[in-house]
């Protein structure tokens, strides 16, 4: 009988590298399912959710470094979201101006920046109509400095008639 010379140690760290392959290869196969079940950073923007039963017209306004902007108009569907501005917020106060095409009416404020009626992005809110756009007043939304922040607009919420309403008529006497 021929013994082939054996080393207990060479067969153990064999057999370990051999375990260690197949670790390393299944470690391998679970990467991709790993990264599906990892959580993702969440988006960090300025959303807006039409929660009405029309199609509404978006504008929004912000500060941008030293200087205030407006931009519009984004069409929302009835009862759908849409991302306004990207990214995390630097501000604590947005605004929004809203316009109803459906029902009529509009969502406004007291915070007067400039428009337009097509698609815009005016600089600065100062002497709208000098400079040839419109001046709309805006409400405030306080996303209380958080990075990521949603608007609700509901039908309940700050609608208002697009123009003022004609004065009760006098009934016969």
């Known amino acids: 009988m021929i013994s082939v010379p ?4 060479a067969d153990v760290a064999r057999r ?3 375990r260690g392959l197949r670790l390393g290869l299944a470690a391998l196969a679970a990467v991709p399912v790993l990264a599906i079940l990892a959580p993702t950073p969440a988006a960090a923007d300025f959303r807006l959710c039409n929660r009405t039963t029309s199609r ?15 931009e519009g108009w984004w069409n929302v569907a009835a009862n759908s979201c849409e991302t306004l501005l990207r ?4 501000a604590r106060y947005y605004y929004v101006y809203a ?5 009529g009416g509009e ?4 915070a007067y920046m400039c428009t ?8 600065g809110i100062e002497d709208c109509l000098a400079r040839g756009f419109d001046r709309t007043g805006f409400f405030e939304v306080d996303t209380h400095e958080q990075k990521s922040w949603t608007v609700q607009l509901t039908e309940q919420g700050q609608k208002m008639p697009s123009q003022a309403p004609l004065p009760p008529s006098k009934a016969p006497q």
Do not use: H, M, N, P
């Open 6 to 9: 054996y080393s207990w140690t």
């Open 16 to 18: 370990l590298r051999a």
């Open 56 to 70: 509404v017209g978006i504008a929004v306004g912000y500060k941008d470094g030293d200087a205030w902007s407006t």
């Open 87 to 90: 990214g995390d917020l630097v």
């Open 99 to 103: 316009v109803d095409y459906d029902l």
């Open 107 to 110: 969502w406004a404020g007291k």
């Open 116 to 123: 337009r009626e097509k698609e815009f992005t005016i600089r």
